[in-house]
């Protein structure tokens, strides 16, 4: 009895959703317009187990919808060189070009998206493309930036598959993974090895194909016990390239196997796999399908990110899990299992047949009832129709549409388009007189002016007039009246159109034409063949041509000889083409002067597409044009600067461990050792090298620069030094330098670039002839009165000077010698900026500059600087403090493998301890592991991988409390102002002594500290 509620429910169901689907069969809409194309390229070949299921899932999407899907085979998984990628490539260019292009592309596998990738600008372009089935997770997630691609990520499920199959057989002390050389399979094998850290209690390892043949692969497997958990990751060919089917692989795999077999994907389930969190390609293509159906709706491709979650589920084998005695209680709740005994139609087949034909008998009869009555509602919808379909017309006209009685001028009915023009509803019109409409009509008048001139002409007529809003606006209109009897009275219908903006339209063309006219740019209009047909006063002003002289003359009478004949052939044959052309020109005036023009020629298409004129848009540019000559020039100075902070980074970063291992060797010897003496000479030496590379970072604008009171002897040395190597044998230098000159103000780098600026200048006067380079740096001291140079106060000076024995100036340009730009070398060989700069330098120090010369004798450069006392220039502190040390865990990240050593060690000393790593990546896996395990992080700034700030960023959301110090090789204030915004400690120039390092980090731990209180 207890049954008989249940198929009463089970029959109220079945009809109910067979007179739904009736009803939904007799009002559905038939599919109208062509069909969508879809290409479904699949990285593997039919018989691969994965094929159908994506095949099907994405059919489930696209049937009913109008769509057609194609498909296109690669083979990679049997054959994944490169000569069947280029027979597919070959075939599939063939297809393509004899059938109607594809609106989407559907790749399934990492080989298909590479493959869409490559052909992505070439065979595939334009289409859209979604893929589904990609291991390699940041080859996917790189689409989101890629506007015409997207699709779903195959993110397989190992870390919970793996947690399953410990809970299932506790006894198991490892996870052995069954693998090929397969690139799918190895980049399973590398995920499932960053999952041991998950597991320290299990051991992980790999039974691979890439060095077995299948009978040792097999051997190998039969050794397995109950110790061992075993998933299946990829198994197809063996070390001698033997490929077996999925089918056959896992059918030995099974027969050699003694312990439950686990599986990412949904294939293997019901022939031996035990089960999983499996990834279902039926789903994975499912989704992807979604996603295709809806750009083929016109959404586009960049607002689609790729999905990062595949759909994945728990699935077991019911007959797997009874073989290896296992419960299905012992499995997630929301498990499916396969393959259970019960069969509820087994059962329940007379039922089911008993309702399937009452069930059939009812809907016949009400299906015939539904076409009885859509019968009778179909003639009466018919009568409605007619009428409906005028009224239509009428509400809907695009211009507005007015009925009125022709004697009285009331308004009868009016469409929405004359309502929407003066802003009013139709209700609000209907029943008022016709002259609300009209913003210049005589309330008195019985009928509008305007209304009666069309009542009293039957054959209609066109009247341009004005029409007013509900809000006051004042709009023109063009209205076409005609008069008609309808039911024994006259009737008067205006058809009204708003010419509003068609007038505001011609008032801007005839502004556009007077802008064209008095616009200073040169305008020229030809025909399509390039006639002339119109030029504005801007071309007269410029090219000296009047206006009647060039009309029907082709632009080529301003032809010069700076271009060839090839230049105008691609000119044409870019305008030609519909394409707009840019560039300069040089060309000649009437008068036989040449300029230089920008200019933009495009090409005018009537309706149709077709090129009827072409107009040029051009501006005179010979001024600026120079300019950037002489801009030019300038911008050697950047370049030379950029290579010389390139090389003290990289110098920097060889020095470091120098003066590192050398303060370490220092500390090992003995004070007695007579090494010591030699030690102290390296150190010097590196030091020296150090203090030089920061002046080359200053020198390309990469360093602080500051003005101090400073000794000029060292600079003027150091400049010295850095030129001999440049300068040719010919050329002697000799110089005498005062050592007891005394302090000026001014910034060593600036004073580093005079000697280079004034000492290149001379050498290169004497470079062809060779001859004598002398630079002398002595004190003076200048008295009121006449002065060797104006501008000078009274006082000591320093004296710099440089001379040579070269050709000399003439008379005629000394006066010349500061300006900027001027300069008297050939092309390549000077900017024109050196003494300019010079100068500017040396004013800003409130000295002055001075240059005697005569022709054949050559030049002698004085630089004036006024001296200081010497007590102002900062004293060493002779005082030596001891190194503070501390006992702080510290994470040290270099990908420099003898810097971190020398780092790891110098620190140690000092009693830190210190975890180093040479990986920017393996460091922030270590911090994740345990984030309180560390006091301060120290890192490169320049690492492979990861940056120093991609680093401290990734660190910081993990722990943001935590202290940063970052080193680099290479100066440069964006890198203090970014370390700042992301709350960096201290950023520390490399190379560093061993003070210097133990400072900033005690200096850094003790402020964090402070503020932690």
């Known amino acids: 009895m207890a049954k008989q509620p249940v198929r009463f429910a089970i029959i109220f169901c079945f009809i109910s959703f067979f007179i739904i689907g009736s009803i939904s069969f007799v009002f559905s809409p038939a599919w109208a317009g062509e069909p969508d194309r879809v290409l479904f390229i699949s990285a593997y070949h039919p018989g691969f187990p994965t094929f159908f299921q994506q095949v099907e899932g994405a059919e489930?999407?696209?049937?009913?919808?109008?769509?057609?899907?194609?498909i296109e085979f690669m083979d990679t998984k049997r054959f994944p060189g490169k000569e069947n990628l280029d027979h597919f490539l070959g075939s599939l260019s063939c297809k393509l070009g004899l059938v109607k292009p594809y609106d989407l592309v559907m790749v399934a596998d990492d080989n298909a998206l590479l493959f869409a990738l490559d052909q992505q600008f070439q065979l595939l372009k334009g289409i859209p493309v979604v893929f589904l089935g990609v291991n390699d997770m940041d080859l996917a997630l790189g689409q989101n930036s890629n506007p015409q691609v997207t699709g779903v990520i195959e993110a397989v499920?190992?870390?919970?598959?793996?947690?399953?199959?410990?809970n299932l057989n506790p006894k198991a002390s490892q996870i052995v993974a069954l693998v090929d050389g397969t690139p799918s399979g190895q980049g399973d094998l590398r995920a499932f090895y960053r999952l041991k850290n998950q597991f320290p209690k299990h051991r992980f390892s790999d039974i691979s194909l890439t060095g077995l043949t299948w009978q040792e692969f097999s051997n190998s497997i039969g050794r397995l016990g109950e110790e061992s958990a075993v998933l299946l990751l990829s198994a197809y060919k063996d070390k001698n390239n033997q490929i077996l089917s999925f089918d056959e692989s896992l059918k030995r795999i099974i027969t050699s196997l003694s312990v439950p077999l686990f599986h990412l994907w949904y294939h293997g389930l019901g022939d031996g796999v035990l089960g999983g969190k499996v990834?279902?390609?039926?789903?994975?293509?499912?989704?992807?399908?979604?996603?295709?159906?809806?750009?083929?709706?016109?959404?586009?491709?960049?607002?689609?990110?790729?999905?990062?979650?595949?759909?994945?589920?728990?699935?077991?084998?019911?007959?797997?899990?009874?073989?290896?005695?296992?419960?299905?209680?012992?499995?997630p709740a929301d498990s499916l299992i396969l393959n259970v005994p019960y069969s509820f139609y087994g059962e329940h087949k007379a039922l089911i047949w008993c309702i399937a034909g009452a069930f059939s008998f009812i809907s016949m009869a009400l299906l015939l009832s539904i076409i009885n009555i859509l019968g009778r509602r179909k003639v009466e919808a018919q009568l409605r129709n007619s009428e409906a379909r005028r009224r239509k017309i009428f509400d809907e006209a695009l211009d507005g549409l007015c009925l009125a009685e022709a004697e009285t001028g009331i308004i009868i009915d009016c469409n929405r388009a004359l309502a929407e023009l003066v802003g009013r509803d139709k209700?609000?019109?209907?029943?008022?007189?016709?002259?609300?409409?009209?913003p210049d009509e005589s309330n008195d008048a019985p009928v509008s002016a305007t209304f009666e001139r069309h009542r009293t002409d039957h054959e209609g007529r066109t009247l341009i007039t004005r029409v007013i809003t509900g809000k006051g606006v004042i709009k023109d209109v063009e209205i076409k009246g005609t008069g008609f009897e309808m039911d024994g009275l006259r009737i008067m219908a205006g058809i009204f159109k708003d010419i509003t903006e068609s007038k505001r339209r011609d008032a801007e063309r005839g502004r556009l034409e007077a802008a064209i006219h008095q616009a200073a740019e040169v305008v020229i209009i030809t025909d399509s063949k390039g006639d002339i047909q119109y030029v504005n006063p801007a071309f007269e002003n410029l090219t000296g041509y009047s206006r009647g002289e060039v009309i029907s003359r082709n632009p080529r009478?301003?032809?010069?000889?700076?271009?060839?004949?090839?230049?105008?052939?691609?000119?044409?044959?870019?305008?030609?083409?519909?394409?707009?052309?840019?560039?300069?020109?040089?060309?000649?005036?009437?008068?036989?002067?040449?300029?230089?023009?920008?200019?933009?020629?495009?090409?005018?298409?009537?309706?149709?597409?077709r090129i009827v004129n072409?107009?040029?848009?051009?501006?005179?540019?010979?001024?600026?044009?120079?300019?950037?000559?002489?801009?030019?020039?300038?911008?050697?100075?950047?370049?030379?600067?950029?290579?010389?902070?390139?090389?003290?980074?990289?110098?920097?970063?060889?020095?470091?461990?120098?003066?590192?291992?050398?303060?370490?060797?220092?500390?090992?010897?003995?004070?007695?050792?007579?090494?010591?003496?030699?030690?102290?000479?390296?150190?010097?030496?590196?030091?020296?090298?150090?203090?030089?590379?920061?002046?080359?970072?200053?020198?390309?604008?990469?360093?602080?620069?500051?003005?101090?009171?400073?000794?000029?002897?060292?600079?003027?040395?150091?400049?010295?030094?850095?030129?001999?190597?440049?300068?040719?044998?010919?050329?002697?230098?000799?110089?005498?330098?005062?050592?007891?000159?005394?302090?000026?103000?001014?910034?060593?780098?600036?004073?580093?670039?005079?000697?280079?600026?004034?000492?290149?200048?001379?050498?290169?006067?004497?470079?062809?002839?060779?001859?004598?380079?002398?630079?002398?740096?002595?004190?003076?001291?200048?008295?009121?009165?006449?002065?060797?140079?104006?501008?000078?106060s009274p006082g000591d000076y320093a004296i710099l000077t440089v001379a040579d024995t070269g050709a000399g100036i003439e008379k005629d340009i000394q006066d010349k010698l500061f300006d900027p730009y001027f300069t008297t070398k050939e092309q390549g060989k000077g900017t024109g900026l050196g003494l300019s700069v010079v100068q500017g330098i040396v004013k800003s120090c409130n000295g002055d500059i001075g240059v005697y010369s005569e022709p054949g004798r050559g030049t002698e450069v004085r630089v004036y600087l006024p001296m200081v006392m010497e007590s102002k220039v900062e004293k060493p502190d002779d005082q030596v403090q001891a190194i503070e040390g501390g006992t702080e865990?510290?994470?040290?990240?270099?990908?420099?493998?003898?810097?971190?050593?020398?780092?790891?060690?110098?620190?140690?000393?000092?009693?830190?301890?210190?975890?180093?790593?040479?990986?920017?990546?393996?460091?922030?896996?270590?911090f994740k592991a345990c984030p309180d395990a560390f006091d301060l992080i120290v890192t490169d700034m320049t690492m492979p991988g990861m940056t120093g700030f991609e680093l401290t960023m990734e660190i910081k959301r993990i722990r943001p409390d935590i202290p940063v110090i970052l080193c680099t090789g290479f100066s440069d204030p964006m890198i203090e102002e970014k370390s700042r915004a992301l709350g960096i400690g201290m950023v520390l120039l490399k190379p560093l002594v061993r003070r210097e390092i133990a400072q900033a980090i005690r200096g850094v731990l003790d402020k964090f500290a402070e503020t932690a209180l």
């Open 60 to 70: 489930s999407v696209f049937n009913g919808k109008e769509i057609v899907l194609d």
């Open 157 to 166: 499920s190992q870390e919970e598959t793996i947690e399953l199959m410990i």
């Open 279 to 331: 990834i279902s390609h039926h789903e994975q293509a499912k989704a992807a399908a979604e996603i295709a159906l809806e750009i083929l709706r016109g959404r586009p491709v960049h607002e689609i990110k790729v999905t990062r979650e595949s759909p994945n589920r728990y699935v077991f084998d019911y007959n797997q899990l009874k073989a290896y005695h296992l419960s299905a209680s012992m499995v």
């Open 427 to 438: 209700a609000e019109l209907i029943g008022q007189h016709q002259k609300i409409l009209h």
């Open 557 to 609: 009478i301003l032809k010069s000889n700076h271009h060839d004949d090839f230049f105008y052939r691609g000119m044409w044959e870019t305008i030609s083409h519909g394409k707009t052309w840019q560039g300069r020109l040089v060309n000649r005036k009437k008068d036989g002067s040449e300029f230089i023009e920008e200019a933009t020629i495009s090409p005018v298409k009537d309706g149709e597409g």
């Open 614 to 792: 072409y107009v040029a848009v051009k501006r005179d540019v010979t001024k600026e044009t120079m300019l950037e000559k002489r801009l030019l020039q300038a911008q050697k100075i950047e370049a030379i600067g950029t290579l010389a902070g390139g090389i003290a980074h990289d110098f920097n970063n060889m020095l470091y461990p120098l003066i590192g291992y050398a303060e370490l060797l220092k500390d090992d010897l003995p004070l007695e050792s007579p090494s010591q003496h030699h030690i102290d000479n390296i150190l010097h030496a590196a030091l020296r090298a150090r203090d030089l590379v920061k002046q080359i970072l200053v020198f390309s604008r990469q360093g602080e620069q500051a003005v101090k009171p400073m000794k000029l002897q060292p600079v003027v040395k150091e400049a010295l030094d850095l030129l001999r190597s440049s300068i040719p044998a010919t050329i002697e230098i000799q110089h005498e330098i005062d050592p007891g000159c005394g302090v000026v103000i001014a910034d060593p780098t600036h004073i580093h670039q005079i000697v280079m600026n004034l000492a290149t200048n001379a050498y290169q006067a004497m470079e062809e002839t060779g001859g004598r380079l002398r630079v002398t740096l002595g004190r003076c001291r200048l008295e009121a009165g006449p002065l060797i140079l104006s501008g000078l």
């Open 889 to 926: 865990k510290i994470l040290l990240i270099d990908d420099e493998e003898h810097i971190v050593h020398m780092e790891q060690q110098m620190l140690t000393r000092l009693g830190y301890r210190i975890t180093a790593k040479t990986a920017s990546i393996e460091a922030l896996e270590a």
